[in-house]
Every structure is written in structure tokens, then in C-alpha cells.
């Protein structure tokens, strides 16, 4: 379901004093929204042909420090421009935001305008051909899990982080007495998002205290890709103006639950028909399906810095706490990395356990598609399911253990050059490589309580 709002429509809500405001943002490499607020008189009248953003933005890191070492720009080709060209297919109404519109952009050359390979919308929008010209339509859907929290974000600013207090206090894991008490919020973030074109199905709470979860229907893969990137920044933003904040973190306390971000997952032929479904098979799986599904396994350690980008994705890998540790396949089994839902429906899809919250959707999916495709391309066949309890499984593929090794193994493998480039590769190697720098030189208040007197 993409956006909501044609150029004529925006141009007649502009003369009406309805839209003062549009946002045209392009996504960066952590898959935030970076952009500009024109003013809607001025877009109309042109602006939504493009405009333009230094090309630090693909090079910065959460901090938007400019790290350097990166080869498409530095101080040394002196960060030039990138063009930002607005995606009229996703313009938008912003019912949170007063007057405002939204409009969601690719990334491109200056001098070109060809897409800029390591920009994430175009990554996937690569493999996403490459699927078209099999003959396929892949289609997809995350679910997004945060902890909502009763403090601003000006408190934890502030100095409030060492006083978070999620909104309950207790497990509200399908809750509904307890997710009444949010109604405040939630209600607020299904109906803004709902006017803003997304597809919500429902929300709900999640497996620990003050834990959420939003549902939006299946779409192609870009447009469950800019979804993902609209809600996540939509959450926040009604959050902040309801005084309390939320974090996407994919664990933000080691006693507490992960916050997932399952990736579901489908091909469909061009005119319309599901080419998972082979309702002869025991589980319901087209021969293509299992293809798909065996080069997800295949490649599944080495698309893994893909769907969990931070040094902090991997402490949410925990025994018991429904984050997977091992990159294996079972039908409706929630302790395997790769859950195979819907059997024996049209909707049968594979459901990929590992993102956490934090991830970035166009990579995540693009990684994915292009594990799958590969799968596919190769006639790769699918290994036994696992049954039973994945946690306590011995001897079978193991999710990487930690960023490090995660990145190596990104970098090393030769499917994901093949598909995304060199050059692409060597990007977000580079990222992956300096996040982990980072947190080997902070201190953190664990090291100070732990060591400081005692060591």
C-alpha cells in the first residue's frame, strides 16, 4: 500500500491551506529518515523534481560522526552532493504532524542520477529486479517490537537513563487489561499511522514489561521496506509528543526480552499466483520454496551483520528468551532462526527470526532476497527440518556469536558480492568495522561498577 496522497492531491491541499509542510527524506545506512522540511508551496511548483544532501550522510554512524576510511566519500574527494529524488509513489499525508506531508527519496548520483549502489533503497530495489526478471514478485512484511517508557526523551536526556521506567510493570504478553492503560499512545500510533497509508492490522503486547508490538499487512519488498522506516520514525515521533519515549534497541536490558523485527517472506508469480504453495507437499512447499528457503540456510551466517548491524544485535541471541541462536528450519517452532508459517495455506512463507528492532529493512531484505534468489539460481536442496527445542540442539549452524565475527564472515562471502557488489561490500564491512572499534574503546558503567574497587 504505498502512500496516500498523487502531486495533483498535494498541489489542491496545498491551496487549500490543508499542507504547509512536506519532508522529503532519503534513508541512510542505519535506516533512519534524513532529509529536509520544504515548504509546500515550493515543492509543488518544482521541488519534487529533486533536491540535494551531502554525500556524508551514507558515511556517518549513529552518532553522525564522519567516519573516515570509507571510499565513495571523505575529507580527501571533499563530501560532496548526492541527489535526493523524490519517490512520488510513497507521498504521504502526516496526521501527527501538523500540515505536514512526507515523501520518501532515492539516493543518487550527482552527475548521473544513476542510483547510488550502497544506498540501502537502492540495494534493495537491485535485488528486487533480480527477482522481477526470475519472474518473481517477492512480498513481505516486518513486525516491529519496542518498549514503550513512561519517561521524555528531554528526561533521559537529562540524566534519566539509569531511572527507565517501562510503561507497566509486569509481562503483557497479549494483555489486554494491561495494553488498555497504553491506549493513550498505542491508539494514537495505529490510527496516525493508518492515516498516513500504512496498512496496520493490530497491535499488541509483547513478551515483557512495557514491550509493544505493531502489524502491518504484506506488501512487495520496497514498500514493506518503506513502511518499516515510516512506522519506526512515526512510533517515536507520537511517543515524543505524548511525553514518553520508546526504544528500537534489540536489547536494552540483559534481563529483559529482545525486541524482534521478524521478516516474512514470499514470491508470488507476476500475475498474481503464490509460488510457495504445492499443497501435495507435507508442509505445503513448492519446490521453489524450498530452494528459497535452502539458500536462506546456506547463507544464512553470512548475511547475519545484515540483520544485526550493532555490537549490541547479538546480546538479544539469549537461551529462552524467543531470540534464536541457531540458523536452522522448523514448521511453526519459535526457537529456529527460520520458521516456516501458514503450511498448507497460499500463504505459506518463511518467517526469518533473526532481526532484532534495530535492523535496516531495505538491507535485511535485500540480504535475505538475495540468499533466497541464490538458493533458487542453484536448485539447492533444502536440509531436514529440526524439531524440537533449537536451544539445546548440539552440533547445527549456530548464529554468529557477535558482530566481529559476523562482519568477517559478510565480508568473505562471495554471494553477497556477487549480488550487491564489491564495492557495497567493502561499505558496509567498513561500518560494521568501526562500530566495533567504538565499542572496544568506550568505558561502560558495567566496567566502572564491577572494576572499580575491586580490581
Known amino acids: 500500500m504505498p502512500g496516500n496522497l498523487t502531486l495533483d492531491e498535494l498541489r489542491k491541499a496545498v491551496k487549500a491551506g490543508e499542507i504547509d509542510t512536506v519532508i522529503a527524506a532519503g534513508i541512510d545506512m542505519q535506516g533512519r529518515l534524513m532529509g529536509k522540511r520544504f515548504h509546500a508551496q515550493f515543492f509543488v511548483d518544482g521541488g519534487w523534481e529533486e ?28 563530501y560532496g552532493d548526492y541527489v535526493l529524488k523524490p519517490d512520488l509513489r510513497t507521498l504521504r499525508r502526516i496526521p501527527w504532524l501538523p500540515g505536514t506531508a512526507l515523501v520518501l527519496g532515492d539516493t543518487q548520483d550527482h552527475a548521473t542520477h544513476a542510483d547510488v549502489p ?59 487489561f494491561q495494553t488498555t492503560k497504553e491506549e493513550d499512545v498505542m491508539r494514537a500510533i495505529r490510527n496516525g499511522l493508518y492515516g498516513a497509508g500504512i496498512p496496520v492490522e493490530n497491535s499488541k503486547g509483547e513478551a515483557e514489561a512495557g514491550q509493544e508490538e505493531v502489524n502491518y499487512r504484506y506488501s512487495d519488498a520496497l514498500d514493506a521496506a518503506d513502511n518499516h522506516v515510516i512506522v519506526k520514525n512515526g512510533i517515536k515521533e507520537i511517543a515524543w509528543t505524548k511525553g514518553k519515549s520508546v526504544t528500537f534497541m534489540a536489547k536494552y536490558d540483559h534481563r529483559r526480552a529482545g525486541s524482534s523485527s521478524h521478516i516474512h517472506q514470499s514470491l508470488w508469480t507476476r500475475d498474481g499466483k503464490p509460488a510457495f504453495a504445492d499443497k501435495a507437499d507435507s508442509h505445503g512447499m513448492s519446490k521453489l520454496m524450498k530452494h528459497y528457503l535452502a539458500g536462506q540456510l546456506h547463507h544464512a551466517r553470512d548475511i547475519t551483520a545484515f540483520l544485526a548491524p550493532y555490537v549490541n544485535s547479538y546480546k538479544r541471541f539469549t537461551v529462552g528468551m524467543f531470540a534464536p541462536t541457531k540458523a536452522v528450519w522448523s514448521a511453526d517452532n519459535r526457537t529456529a532462526g527460520f520458521r516456516v508459517c501458514g503450511v498448507h495455506t497460499k500463504a505459506v512463507r518463511v518467517e526469518c527470526r533473526i532481526p532484532g528492532s534495530d535492523v535496516n529493512p531495505y538491507l535485511a531484505c535485500a540480504a535475505l532476497l538475495a540468499a533466497g534468489l541464490d538458493g533458487i539460481e542453484k536448485k539447492m536442496a533444502l536440509e531436514p527440518e529440526m524439531r524440537g527445542d533449537m536451544y539445546s540442539a548440539k552440533g547445527i549452524r549456530e548464529i554468529p556469536h557477535n558482530l566481529r565475527e559476523a562482519a568477517e564472515l559478510m565480508h568473505k562471502s562471495t554471494m553477497l558480492r556477487e549480488a550487491f557488489g564489491d564495492d557495497v561490500i567493502d561499505h558496509y564491512h567498513h561500518a560494521a568495522q568501526w562500530e566495533i572499534s567504538e565499542t572496544d574503546r568506550v568505558v561502560t558503567d558495567f566496567e566502572r561498577e564491577r572494576l572499580l574497587e575491586r580490581a
Open 118 to 176: 550502497h544506498a540501502p533503497r537502492s540495494i534493495l530495489k537491485r535485488q528486487v529486479e533480480r527477482a522481477r526478471a526470475m519472474g518473481f514478485e517477492p512480498m513481505m512484511a516486518t513486525e516491529l517490537e519496542f518498549y514503550l517508557f513512561e519517561n521524555s526523551y528531554e528526561n533521559l536526556r537529562d540524566g534519566g537513563l539509569s531511572a527507565l521506567r517501562p510503561i507497566s510493570g509486569y509481562n503483557e504478553d497479549y494483555h489486554i
Open 51 to 78: 533536491t540535494h544532501c551531502c554525500n556524508y550522510l551514507l558515511t556517518v554512524d549513529m552518532e553522525m560522526t564522519t567516519v573516515q576510511g570509507y571510499k565513495s566519500s571523505s575529507w580527501e574527494t571533499g
